[in-house]
């Protein structure tokens, strides 16, 4: 840019370009390579050998509705490894781990996920604080069952069972009769 706002002189000049003159089509000639040329002549019965282009189709999880595009060879693999159920990859590793955890049953880890997924697509979706909170039920009820309680257990020194216990504020009532007492003076007096 030039200093000001002043314009920069030049010795351009605007030069008219005219168009190319067009070439007949006589003159033109097609080029060919020796590899072309090659694969013309022996390429042909090769192509023919070749298997042909399986089309990718559009397969639906039947576990969590996801759709993939996936060849129908592979749609096949996925059905022999889940008892005939296309599912896809999540859903497959989300199996996999159940079958682990059940003992190596497959149907029965199928089950377990598809009624988890059926149970979240029709619940969760809609009310996912719902979801969450019966998640959550769900858990302490298995904690439970398993012996485990509300609270983890101390592996502090101080808790030995020979150890006197020390300071501590204990609960001897609840606070909510006295709250609830306190209430009804105040509405018994205006």
């Given at each position: ?43 042909i019965d090769q192509l023919k050998q070749l298997p042909a282009i399986s089309e990718v189709e559009d397969a639906k999880c ?64 809609a009310y996912p604080v719902l979801f969450q909170a019966e998640a959550m039920r769900e858990m302490l009820k298995k904690s ?41 003076d105040l509405t018994v007096a205006n």
């Amino acid at each position: 840019m030039a200093p000001h706002g002043e314009a920069i002189t030049s010795s351009y000049t605007k030069t008219n370009f005219s168009k190319p003159p067009k070439l007949s089509s006589d003159t033109l000639s097609r080029t060919v390579s020796d590899i072309s040329f090659e694969l013309n002549r022996e390429g042909i019965d090769q192509l023919k050998q070749l298997p042909a282009i399986s089309e990718v189709e559009d397969a639906k999880c039947e576990c969590c509705g996801m759709s993939e595009e996936c060849t129908p060879e592979y749609i096949d693999r996925v059905r022999d490894k889940f008892l005939g159920k296309w599912i896809c990859g999540l859903c497959a590793e989300a199996v996999k781990e159940e079958v682990e955890k059940n003992g190596g049953n497959k149907e029965e880890a199928l089950s377990a996920h598809m009624s988890a997924c059926v149970r979240f697509n029709k619940f969760g979706r809609a009310y996912p604080v719902l979801f969450q909170a019966e998640a959550m039920r769900e858990m302490l009820k298995k904690s439970k069952l398993e012996g485990r309680g509300m609270r983890s257990k101390s592996i502090s020194p101080r808790d030995h069972k020979g150890a006197p216990k020390k300071g501590g504020i204990a609960r001897s009532t609840s606070c909510i009769p006295a709250i609830t007492r306190e209430m009804n003076d105040l509405t018994v007096a205006n």
